[in-house]
């Protein structure tokens, strides 16, 4: 069903009383006819992460994003919804901005086919959340990946736009034993700013050659402190240095006769060429950008609690319900509406 379908849809359906667990139905009726509701779930506490006297703080600052949510979805239609605050977790600096999230379910009605009565999921693929200070589902960490200092990260690829600011896919775009999942995020930041910024090609390049020398060094020196004898070490460290001349050599020769203008240009890679190096993937043909952190952009003089940045990602299932929400969201979510919490 399109998205336009989906929303005359809900526009026309006549409500119909709040069913029950159990109540009878034939497959055929318009779910989206059942009126849902929002409602509060239990906060996962801080455990540490927040110190407990800016923690009414905090969860101020959830509560304002939650409302740009629900004004997004303010209808809920074949779907109970319900929303919690998450005050854990990891700063994405030493003593940087306070780390949390706004979490919102939402568990769809459906009718079983078997029994033919109306069931609400217990469990639910379908969800919207709001990353503060992180980039939980958004961006990979590289750990053995860094440009000037600065840890790496591999964004999912790029999917489209949403009011202007660039949408990805996110991580839940799978089939499973609960049906087939979607996701999408975005990154809201301050206007013309971003956390992250792009890797260049030769950036790139160094940063691969370095950690592939790196790696390297570390099993040699495990090789000389073991229990080999001498012969034996010799050629394990000659084997590794071989596998490593192996694995670098097109990124070596790519390096050497790289242009200065090439050298500038973002680097957009597939995943096994953070392996394996062979060549770059233009961003229209697949490839994911490779990004780093700047930190210039987290700024000290700003309250801790406050959020600087914040990924917001949504996921959805096959089904009416499911994608009357993904619908509903993308038509009437305000990302401008959380930029202008950013700092306070």
């Not at 004004?71 to 998450?86: C, I, K, L």
């Amino acid at each position: 069903m399109t998205m336009i379908a989906l929303l005359m849809v809900g526009l026309l359906a006549a409500d119909r009383p709040q069913p029950t667990d159990g109540s009878p139905c034939t497959g055929r009726e318009d779910l989206l006819a059942i009126k849902g509701k929002w409602s509060a779930r239990t906060d996962i506490p801080p455990g540490g992460s927040i110190p407990v006297n800016v923690v009414p703080s905090v969860s101020e600052r959830i509560d304002r994003i939650g409302q740009v949510f629900r004004a997004a979805y303010p209808d809920p239609r074949g779907v109970e919804a319900a929303s919690y605050r998450d005050l854990t977790g990891s700063p994405l600096v030493q003593d940087g901005p306070y780390a949390y999230s706004y979490r919102a379910l939402l568990s769809p009605w459906s009718c079983n086919a078997r029994t033919h009565k109306l069931q609400l999921s217990g469990e639910t693929a379908t969800w919207a959340y709001a990353f503060v200070n992180q980039l939980t589902w958004f961006a990979e960490p590289l750990k053995n990946l860094q440009v000037a200092g600065q840890p790496t990260f591999f964004l999912t690829r790029r999917a489209g736009s949403l009011r202007g600011m660039p949408e990805y896919e996110g991580i839940h775009n799978q089939s499973s034993n609960t049906g087939q999942t979607f996701s999408r995020a975005i990154l809201v930041s301050r206007p013309n700013r971003s956390p992250l910024r792009p890797v260049t090609r030769k950036e790139f390049l160094q940063a691969y050659l370095a950690a592939g020398e790196a790696q390297v060094a570390a099993m040699v020196a495990g090789i000389q402190t073991s229990s080999l004898d001498p012969a034996k070490k010799k050629a394990a460290i000659q084997q590794r240095k071989d596998q490593l001349g192996k694995l670098q050599a097109t990124a070596s020769a790519r390096l050497s006769r790289m242009s200065a203008s090439e050298a500038d240009q973002p680097a957009f890679l597939t995943g096994a060429n953070l392996v394996q190096f062979s060549d770059f993937t233009p961003e229209a043909q697949g490839g994911r950008a490779l990004v780093r952190l700047d930190r210039g952009y987290l700024e000290s003089g700003v309250a801790k609690y406050a959020p600087q940045f914040v990924v917001v990602y949504w996921r959805w299932q096959k089904g009416v319900p499911s994608e009357n929400f993904r619908a509903e969201l993308e038509r009437r979510l305000d990302p401008a509406a959380i930029q202008k919490l950013l700092d306070h």
